[in-house]
């Protein structure tokens, strides 16, 4: 695969151009649409990037901001992607405009009020996927995404939108959008960041592809927009 990477300096570099790319997305996705979607992760890096959104000089009235996946935590827990972003960027959205998963309810419920949530918002018909805007996602040092690890048989699911999942080695449920809906995305934003992501990040865009080995892989294919932001650690021996 050929991959088109934007490398920096450090993690802030990148997160800082990722949330520029992501703003000049929005705003195409405006100029066409009376409301455009964004679906994002959490982590230290997208933290970073969390910040600079936040400083951004932007009109979000008709951004609509969902999770690629959360922890099975309340939206009060340290551990909660959710309480992450709401405390950095998301205090003055229109609370209508920000689509929490409800992380705290039985992790099935949670997914399957999630689910519902995104074909009520979308107006899907059976079987048709959402096609957010922009979904960021990132890369973990074992190559997963989102909340998809490897191994996981979810991994194979290119028809349901999102599921519970329990994650052993944290002995934590996670809920998480699925693969059919990563790859419907209009645009997908890769924000990676540490040097113990490189040899992951090395696998996942150039080992064949094998995403029940490396699930980020999940995001590559032909003709699918995805934009890869990376520090110098993440990317070392890439360049």
Sequence with gaps: MSVQACIYEDAQEAATHCAARILELLECALAATPRA???ISGGSTPKLMFQDLAKAPFDWSRVHVFWVDERGVPPT???SNYKLAKEIWLADFPSGNVHRIQAERDPELAAQLYATEIREFFQLAPGEMPRFDIIHQGVGPDAHTASLFPGQPL???DKDLVAAVYVEKFQQWRITLLPGVLRAAKTT???VAGGDKAEALRSVLHQP?????YPAQIVNGAGRNVLWFLDRAAAKGME
Excluded: F, G
């Design 189 to 191: 934003v890769m924000l």
């Design 209 to 213: 592809y094998n995403p029940k080995k």
């Design 155 to 157: 991994i194979d699911d």
């Design 77 to 79: 827990d340290a551990q």
């Design 37 to 39: 979607t964004l679906a």
